[in-house]
């Protein structure tokens, strides 16, 4: 009530916060991501349009990875199609079907967590709702994220979606097969493009299909997977300013 | 569509401080957006509009302040312009975003009893 001149009207309070909307999914996410670094997995979000080839890219890496220990987890908005071709090539797999949500949250990660062999992993691929919108902005305890980009998508992607291409610390070319029938796309100027939205832009070229640039995929795999424990590019990606 | 699930999020952080200084209405709430923060203006209004209602936030304004984008060098602080490289031309170090991602609840104006 206020009370300077006890005229009885209500006060009105200003509260300062300058705090995230996404502060909670923050948390969340943070707490994914110290459960990943005690364990020792390196926890993957993997991005890309709906066809930009995330399963069959995974598929290829149980593959090249053999024997490490896999688990994924494969969002979509209905069916456990993914989970179901994701297990079947050796990988630990469940699915999060999502109902009308076009991005995994860290709570959908964190509760889908409950029921997949995560901690005995030696990597933890969390392959998101087929999207290049929404899923940029939600952190999910990732130590990396990588987005899938195939050469049949065009080459203006990235800069049609920079804030998807902005938060990836690695892009995957992929389904460089398809090249010689695609004359009017380049890698170069993919890259010329990812160079405009990432200012350390870093892409591998790979085919799932012809095994094409995966040793160059396993390396980098191995080699993040070696300095976990190092804060992560993907932790900065949410400061508060 | 992730409009929706941020203002979903905004409306549960407002609740609760809510709920934490007993106020009995909430009159505006201001937040800051940036350009290049994959979020539609419009339709983050749109879908405050819509879920606002019987909540805490049914009579409440936004206010929303749209943050430009811009880029720096992270080394010496020059400007970089966006559509280009994100490089510095003069020290080839890689830019720096220094504004135009933010999705930020600054203020709260609630009424207290």
């Known amino acids: ?241 | 569509m992730h409009e929706y699930s941020l203002i979903q999020a905004l409306v549960e952080r407002v609740e609760a401080e809510v709920a934490a200084r007993s106020a009995s209405a909430v009159h505006r709430l201001s937040v800051r957006i940036g350009e290049d923060a994959g979020v539609d203006i419009e339709l983050f209004k749109t879908a405050f509009h819509t879920f606002r209602e019987r909540t805490v936030c049914e009579n409440a304004d936004l206010e929303v302040v749209v943050v430009p984008i811009e880029w720096a060098c992270q080394e010496c602080g020059r400007r970089i312009e966006p559509g280009r490289a994100l490089r510095c031309p003069e020290c080839l170090a890689p830019a720096r975003l220094i504004g135009g991602d933010e999705i930020i609840l600054d203020r709260i104006e609630m009424e207290v009893a």
């Open chain 1, 1 to 241: 009530m206020c009370d300077s001149c006890g005229c009885g009207d209500h006060e009105l309070v200003p509260v300062d916060l300058h705090e995230r909307i996404l502060a909670g999914n923050d948390k969340t996410a943070a707490h994914n991501r110290s459960h990943f670094r005690a364990a020792g997995v390196l926890a993957i979000n993997l991005m890309g349009a709906p066809g930009a080839g995330k399963t069959a890219v995974l598929e290829a890496t149980a593959r090249a990875l053999a024997p490490a220990r896999l688990v994924a987890l494969a969002g979509d908005l209905a069916t456990d199609n993914d989970a179901v071709r994701l297990t079947a090539a050796g990988i630990a797999a469940s699915a999060i079907t999502t109902g009308s949500a076009c991005h995994l949250d860290a709570q959908m990660v964190h509760k889908a967590l409950h029921d997949a062999p995560w901690r005995t992993a030696d990597y933890l691929f969390i392959e998101n709702v087929g999207n290049l919108v929404c899923p940029a902005i939600y952190d999910l305890g990732q130590a990396a994220n990588v987005v899938a980009l195939s050469v049949t998508e065009g080459e203006d992607k990235p800069l049609k979606y920079p804030v998807m291409f902005r938060a990836a610390d690695l892009v995957l070319i992929t389904k460089i097969d398809l090249l010689p029938h695609l004359p009017a796309i380049g890698i170069d100027r993919i890259a010329a493009n990812l160079e405009k939205v990432m200012p350390r832009p870093h892409f591998l070229p790979l085919s799932a299909t012809n095994g094409q640039g995966m040793e160059a995929w396993r390396s980098w795999l191995e080699g993040r997977r070696s300095a976990i424990g190092e804060l992560s590019a993907a932790a900065g990606l949410f400061p508060v300013r």
